[in-house]
């Protein structure tokens, strides 16, 4: 028999139940996270196994959904100030590309700074504080750093001198970039990536500097025909949280997020070596000739291109202490 205490206790759950459930709905989070790189990129790829791995731990209750190929709106030098302003919670924010807003951010393009991942490993010691720093007073956090992989220069040339790169007009990713390549007598301009195939289609450029990853996303062969490692510069992407979504989460929630990109990052440094042997292997199955550059070649850029440091480090004080205590570790000092 229900009677009216029974009735009234029975309710009384029913309501319990149904507030809990209505907390547990308002406290999922929703994050949709802007990327300007395509699907098959591997540095999409790592945020959607980022994505998937913090949604598994915290049983769904941080979900985030990887807007990738700049589905957002937003072209990679506008990332930073996105993420500041709170336009979008979450993005993947090249950092050469922000030196217009925070100049610290190109160090990693200095030429010849770091000569492979292990090096750039040693680097980042000193200049990840930084970047720390740099994403806190701009609103925001760093969840994980990864690099791209070695880089080089597609072109529509074969040469074995730096004469024979005289004048092409070349499409680069960052301002130090262009000083960089201007410095050996390349016409260099600086082209968001976006916009950097139409450049190739329509004749704007005839070449890029960018990473063999970047060189498959654009199917270079189909405007290209060389591929030279020249390995002159490195950058790196940071997946950036905005303070104001992060302060959202309860604290067992950040903890959860920060320990799951703080152990996937290491399997996304790996990642990145792999995507440049296998995008290498694509772009020569595609028809491009990968072409060695000779010791007098390599010579000549770098005694071209090495004011740059000097240049930079007088341009951006905050780097002069990291870079040099880099130096003096890799006994380059």
Do not use: C
């Amino acid at each position: 028999m229900i009677t009216r205490r029974t009735f009234t206790a029975g309710a009384a759950t029913l309501l319990a139940a149904t507030q809990v459930s209505t907390r547990a709905r308002a406290a999922t989070t929703n994050w949709d996270m802007s990327t300007v790189w395509p699907d098959g990129n591997f540095h999409t790829q790592n945020a959607m196994a980022f994505a998937e791995e913090v949604k598994k731990q915290t049983n769904g209750a941080v979900n985030i959904t990887v807007k990738a190929g700049g589905q957002l709106g937003f072209k990679g030098p506008e990332h930073l100030r996105a993420v500041r302003d709170g336009l979008v919670p979450l993005a993947d924010v090249l950092n050469i590309q922000q030196v217009g807003d925070e100049p610290f951010m190109g160090v990693e393009s200095i030429p010849f700074l770091a000569g492979s991942m292990d090096e750039l490993k040693v680097l980042h010691k000193y200049v990840r504080p930084e970047y720390e720093k740099i994403a806190a007073r701009n609103n925001q956090k760093i969840l994980y750093i990864v690099p791209w992989p070695t880089q080089y220069l597609h072109l529509k040339v074969k040469t074995s001198d730096v004469a024979g790169l005289k004048n092409i007009k070349i499409r680069v990713p960052d301002k130090n970039a262009v000083d960089m390549l201007n410095a050996i007598g390349m016409a260099a301009v600086m082209i968001p990536w976006g916009e950097t195939i139409p450049a190739l289609a329509s004749g704007a450029v005839a070449g890029v500097s960018t990473s063999s990853v970047s060189g498959v996303d654009g199917k270079f062969w189909e405007f290209l025909k060389y591929v030279y490692p020249t390995n002159h510069v490195w950058s790196s992407q940071m997946l950036n949280v905005n303070l104001d979504s992060w302060k959202a989460l309860t604290p067992e929630q950040q903890k959860i997020v920060s320990d799951v990109a703080a152990k996937m990052e290491p399997t996304f440094w790996a990642n990145s070596l792999k995507a440049d042997v296998d995008s290498l292997n694509r772009l020569k199955e595609g028809g491009m000739e990968v072409v060695p550059v000779s010791d007098a070649m390599m010579t000549e850029i770098r005694a071209k291109t090495a004011p740059q440091m000097e240049a930079f480090l007088k341009r951006v004080p905050a780097a002069d202490a990291p870079v040099k205590a880099y130096l003096a570790e890799m006994k380059r000092g």
